[in-house]
């Protein structure tokens, strides 16, 4: 017999205690661990956990184009490739890419594209893959940020990084970072991606109701929690250089007093 | 023997001089704000109000004069004439080799680039005729050259030379690849890096701008240690009082294993 379950959601979305369904407060994000360079063979990788979301993002390039027609000559292109792992959902999902994946490829390529020097790079291409192994609601983000990340660490000259988080509404309040149960039984849902260089919004998307007071606040909110988000991309590029400086560093000045 | 020549670069030399911990930054990362003084150099830009300087890499801050710049830590190799580089050649026609020079294309390599001309016999105009016969049969698929660019640019396939001093085929010996921005740390200031790792391992070593370094030395012993050594130099690149502490790990090393 196979093991049918229904799409069922809570009916309240909050607790008694006012907090969400997973503790948070409305304007808490998930837990957020990144790594770079997860990836030997690769030129620049990462690896996010994002509460449930566990996504793989790889760079190469630049590199030829393959098929050859869809390379420009003035100027290279980036081309993104978003898949989910078959396992990654509580359905099994079909390998091919759908609607789906290459609605969100396209979307994070768009997103990132501006900040890249592509016309230093005629004929090529920069390739990112990402790979959602495991999906609980807001993939897009986190996509958008673990690519740029990748891209970073690939060495690829770049005006700054792209941070991405999805706001919605449930209930009547607005909330961060919305998981995957807050995000199908939810009433609006509003992914949103900030370049950092002039902080300017590079991906709106909206589903839902609301009105032009509430898009204030969710862009307030967003930004703040864009904020963080930032500085965990900051952090986790620097750190690996910093460690070491820094364990190489203090022995050394030992000896240099010694020398003098 | 012969190989102690490296390409002389002034660019790269920046890298070299540490004598003080810089900062780790970060694509997007603001460098300055007070333009007045300071201008925009390699690896940085300038914002659209122009108010900020923001690093295009991650890297190294570093202040030269009035101009700031950042040293990349990661990035791809970009092919410049002059370069000497090492090239494998992967597929060969009667009209020339094609030659991975681990850049966004392959390298050319004609035949009449391979054969020095000999000397011109008879008169007005009469002779110039080459000595060897001008065919691709010279060299195999697979085989590691050394070679010279004789130009490159955004848009054209590099051209390549094997007639020049130290240039040409390499037998016997390993080729190893690392990270290109960290090549100049391999050589060290004046080449101090690469002559101690000579004089402690007894090891030919060349190496190129493009990350690849040949090296063949008396036994598998020694040269494993050298590939251990460079592997170690390109991890910690950015770190300070480098050749110092390569030269105690190697003689400690070295103690270790038995191995003179």
Redesign the interface.
């Known amino acids: 017999m196979p093991l049918i379950i229904k799409d069922e959601y809570p009916e309240k979305l909050f607790r008694k205690d006012g907090k969400r369904l997973d503790g948070r407060e409305i304007n808490e994000l998930r837990p957020i661990k990144m790594d770079v360079g997860v990836i030997k063979n690769a030129d620049g990788s990462a690896y996010l956990e994002w509460g449930n979301n566990k996504i793989i993002a790889a760079v190469y390039g630049p590199r030829e184009v393959h098929p050859h027609h869809l390379a420009k000559p003035d100027r290279g292109i980036l081309r993104v490739f978003y898949r989910m792992a078959t396992f990654s959902v509580f359905d099994r999902k079909r390998p091919a890419p759908g609607r789906r994946e290459k609605e969100i490829s396209m979307i994070i390529a768009d997103c990132i594209e501006p900040l890249l020097f592509l016309e230093l790079y005629p004929g090529t291409s920069f390739e990112v893959f990402i790979e959602v192994m495991d999906a609980d609601g807001g993939t897009r983000c986190a996509s958008t940020t673990v690519a740029a990340l990748a891209l970073a660490d690939a060495g690829v000259p770049m005006k700054s990084l792209v941070s991405a988080v999805a706001v919605g509404k449930i209930d009547g309040k607005i909330i961060v970072d919305l998981s995957g149960i807050e995000d199908k039984a939810g009433d609006a849902d509003l992914p949103i991606a900030i370049t950092w260089y002039n902080e300017e919004i590079s991906l709106l998307q909206f589903d839902g109701n609301m009105d032009l007071e509430e898009m204030n606040k969710f862009l307030d909110l967003a930004y703040e929690a864009l904020k963080n988000i930032h500085q965990i991309q900051l952090d986790t590029l620097k750190s690996k250089y910093v460690k070491l400086q820094e364990e190489t560093s203090n022995p050394n000045h030992k000896n240099d007093n010694k020398g003098e | 023997m012969e190989e102690s020549e490296q390409s002389e670069d002034n660019e790269f030399e920046d890298f070299e001089d540490e004598e003080s911990?810089r900062d780790?930054v970060?694509?997007?990362?603001v460098l300055t704000e007070d333009v007045k003084n300071f201008l925009p150099g390699r690896?940085t830009?300038l914002?659209?109000e122009k108010t900020k300087i923001?690093s295009?890499?991650?890297g190294l801050k570093q202040i030269k004069k009035n101009y700031i710049n950042v040293i990349?830590?990661?990035?791809?190799y970009t092919p410049r004439p002059g370069d000497k580089v090492i090239a494998m050649i992967v597929d060969k026609n009667p009209v020339k080799y094609k030659c991975d020079i681990n850049a966004?294309?392959f390298g050319q390599l004609k035949p009449k680039n391979t054969i020095k001309k000999g000397r011109t016999r008879g008169f007005r105009g009469a002779g110039g005729f080459p000595q060897e016969e001008v065919n691709t049969k010279k060299f195999d698929i697979g085989d590691i050259l050394v070679v010279k660019i004789l130009s490159a640019d955004?848009?054209n396939k590099p051209e390549l030379t094997t007639i020049g001093k130290y240039l040409g085929k390499k037998v016997g010996g390993i080729v190893i690849s690392i990270d290109p921005?960290k090549i100049p740390r391999v050589i060290g200031r004046n080449g101090s890096m690469i002559k101690m790792l000579k004089n402690l391992t007894n090891c030919n070593i060349f190496v190129t701008q493009n990350g690849r370094v040949w090296l063949k030395g008396e036994d598998i012993a020694h040269e494993r240690l050298l590939i251990e050594s460079v592997n170690k130099i390109a991890?910690?690149a950015?770190?300070?009082?480098l050749t110092?502490?390569m030269q105690d790990f190697i003689i400690n090393e070295k103690k270790k294993r038995g191995i003179e």
Not at chain 2, 26 to 29: F, L, T
Not at chain 2, 72 to 76: A, D, E, N, S, V
């Open positions: 911990i780790v970060v694509p997007g990362e690896g830009i914002n659209k923001i295009l890499n991650i990349p830590l990661r990035g791809f966004k294309d955004r848009l921005p991890s910690e950015h770190t300070v009082g110092d502490r």
